[in-house]
Structure formats: C-alpha cells, structure tokens
C-alpha cells in the first residue's frame, strides 16, 4: 500500500504564490507518473499537471506558465508551485500516483486526502 500527505495549502490573495508537497509513503517498490488534481465547489476533479519518474511534465492549459510540478525521487516527493494564483484556482487539491506497491507487486492509483487552496480576490 501506498499513502500520499500533501502539504502547503492555504488562503491567498489574487496574484500570490503557494507551494503544495506530497509524500509518498508504504510499501513502494516504484512510483511511476506522478500529479495534482483539483475539484472546486460543483464541479468534476480536472487534471492540473503530471510528472513522469523521468520528468516529464504535462500542464491543463489553464495553468499552464503559472505552475510549475517537480520531483524529487529519493523523497518520493511530488512538489507545485502555483504562481499568479486568480481565484479560478480555488478549489481541494489533491496529489495522485501511480505506483506498484508489496505485496501485491501491481500498478494501481492512489489519492492523498486532499489540501484546500482559497484565492480571494
């Protein structure tokens, strides 16, 4: 099993910055793709940005040039800093990974609980 804390949310003013971490704990034998999702108030989870284990990055265009998802693999730690931050980012943000995990030595999904960020404008 895996288990993924995030970190790092908070309330900010339009045009500020935050830094979200997630750990990624348990039985790991590899993390593959690793990312953020969000949902806002009635609305569907949407992607906001993947990083492979070799770096490779893909963004929602959306944030695209205002957020930026690192990681640090000896941590197993994924990391978004989110720049210029407008009021249309406020929403539970949630770390996701894919990692093969003992003893079932099979790729699955896994969610963090989730980090409430709030820009006010």
């Known amino acids: 099993q895996v288990q993924l804390v995030e970190s790092g949310g908070g309330l900010v003013q339009a045009g500020g910055s935050l830094r979200l971490s997630c750990a990624a704990s348990?039985?790991?034998?590899?993390?593959?793709?690793m990312g953020w999702y969000r949902q806002a108030p009635g609305k569907q989870r949407e992607l906001v940005a993947t990083?492979?284990?070799?770096?490779?990055?893909n963004y929602a265009d959306s944030v695209r040039g205002r957020f930026t998802i690192s990681r640090d693999n000896a941590k197993n730690t994924v990391f978004l800093q989110m720049n210029s931050l407008e009021p249309a980012d406020t929403a539970v943000y949630y770390c996701?990974?894919?990692?093969?995990?003992?003893?079932?030595?099979?790729?699955?999904?896994?969610w963090g609980q989730g980090t409430q960020v709030t820009v006010s404008s």
């Open positions: 990083i492979t284990a070799g770096g490779s990055t």
């Open positions: 348990g039985s790991i034998l590899r993390l593959n793709v």
């Open positions: 996701n990974c894919n990692a093969v995990s003992s003893p079932s030595y099979f790729a699955r999904n896994y």
